[in-house]
């Protein structure tokens, strides 16, 4: 499992989170939503220090990672961030 982010995601996370180098941004399932895997929870994203990191990516000494306890939401998938650029937002997709 990876996680792989666009050019446009890291820009996106520069610009709307203020990201700089030493940050720390999460990726967790949370209750509420749906997702491709799970139907009552959905990926949240927040900038949080980590505890437990499962899998992680760091880019420009920014690490994006995702706790021990939340991979089961990943399914054994890898998740790719890209940007919506219709809406300006984050878009994920699951991957093998």
Partial sequence: MDIALTDQALQWFKQEMEVEPGDTIRFYARYGGSSPFHEGFS???TREEPIAIGVETVIDDVTYYIEE???WFFNEHSL???VD???DELQYDYRT
């Fill in 85 to 87: 650029t219709n809406n």
């Fill in 43 to 45: 990926l949240g994203m």
């Fill in 80 to 82: 790719y961030v890209d």
């Fill in 69 to 71: 306890k939340d991979l």
